[in-house]
């Protein structure tokens, strides 16, 4: 039996944290071993809201192959590469852009949210490009005739908006594409410093790559339960961020720490020093490789140019079957 088919990408943002990486790098590093996985790295993507400043876009590229390679993704197993390198994917999203409503495009969720959101900042969003975000995404799959998405709950309308076009192009022309299902992924939720969801865009995020002090830094600064004000106030675990980071950092001792909170053995600060030094250890076999890998960035570009290969054989055999369909 074949394998199925994953496609999976994430825009180079240059600030890779630790919600991206138990959140998303972790599953995929997962996935790699039970599914055929093609990851890309989706810099086109990033330009629907960032196209004014591309000045750091190749930096921020190059460390997402950093991140994701220390991360363990595999080069070989999965093919790993950048978007704008495998020029299918423009035209396939061109002949796509010719077949799909308009409205389809505006009733995207997310698509509304994100246009206020940005709007209030002062960013002028109102582009084609935007609200054509889930036509490239449909593109980035469907070229490969990939047949699982793995994503979070908010990324669904998505997917079910590339299954609406999948089913419209082959129904007008003669079938070329599967319909890719959603595989939920069961990613944990990661916050950040402050308590809320970990996000470049709230400030709160702990760096992938920071080194042990800044990990240090950043643990000290956690927020911990409100209601514990002196050391031999007893505390509650289960509102503390420091408790959530144990629990993924440091499982095996999660009951006893929680136990030494609510008694109030154990104070916040002598807390955070050892949840610190749990990271700095679990990080540190990561953040070796990816001190070995920046030392070498041609051969990261020679894997990315290599991944960039394998994609474009597929999507050119695809594009073909395309283009016989509608006769160009
Ligand atoms: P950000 O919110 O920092 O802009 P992105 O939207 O670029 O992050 O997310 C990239 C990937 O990382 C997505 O798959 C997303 O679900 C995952 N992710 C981001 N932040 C978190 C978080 N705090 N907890 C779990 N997963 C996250």
């Not at 990613?187 to 920071?210: C, F, H, L």
């Not at 042990?212 to 000290?220: G, I, K, S, T």
């Not at 609510?262 to 953040?287: W, Y």
Request: proline letters at 6%; glycine letters at 6%.
């Amino acid at each position: 039996m074949s394998k199925g088919r994953i496609f999976s990408g994430m825009q180079p943002s240059g600030k890779f944290h630790l919600g991206n990486y138990l959140g998303a790098l972790e599953n995929w590093v997962k996935l790699q071993n039970e599914y055929e996985c093609i990851f890309a790295i989706v810099d086109w993507h990033a330009l629907t809201s960032q196209y004014e400043d591309t000045g750091g876009i190749q930096e921020s590229i190059h460390n997402m192959a950093l991140d994701w390679l220390s991360g363990g993704l595999d080069p070989e197993r999965n093919i790993i590469f950048v978007q704008s390198q495998v020029k299918e994917h423009a035209e396939l999203h061109l002949l796509l852009s010719m077949i799909t409503p308009l409205s389809w495009l505006e009733r995207v969720p997310t698509y509304k949210d994100k246009l206020q959101q940005l709007g209030d900042i002062g960013k002028e969003i109102n582009t084609y490009g935007f609200l054509g975000y889930p036509e490239l995404m449909t593109a980035d799959i469907i070229l490969y005739k990939a047949d699982t998405v793995p994503v979070g709950e908010d990324q669904i309308p998505h997917v079910e908006l590339t299954r609406e076009i999948v089913r419209r192009f082959n129904s007008i022309y003669p079938p070329v594409f599967p319909e890719p299902q959603v595989k939920l992924s069961k990613a944990p939720y990661v916050p950040g410093i402050d308590g809320r969801k970990m996000s470049k865009s709230y400030g709160n995020e702990i760096p992938y790559a920071a080194p042990p002090d800044e990990l240090r830094a950043r643990a000290r600064l956690m927020i911990t339960d409100p209601q514990r004000v002196r050391k031999h106030d007893p505390g509650n675990p289960d509102v503390c961020t420091v408790y959530t980071f144990h629990k993924l950092f440091n499982q095996a001792a999660t009951a006893g720490i929680a136990a030494q909170c609510r008694s109030a053995e154990v104070g916040c600060v002598d807390c955070k020093k050892q949840l610190a030094e749990r990271m700095v250890e679990e990080l540190s076999v990561i953040h070796a490789r990816r001190a070995e890998l920046a030392a070498h960035p041609v051969k990261v570009r020679e894997i990315l140019a290599y991944g960039a290969e394998r994609a474009r054989k597929l999507a050119a055999a695809t594009m073909e079957e395309v283009r016989a369909a509608m006769n160009l």
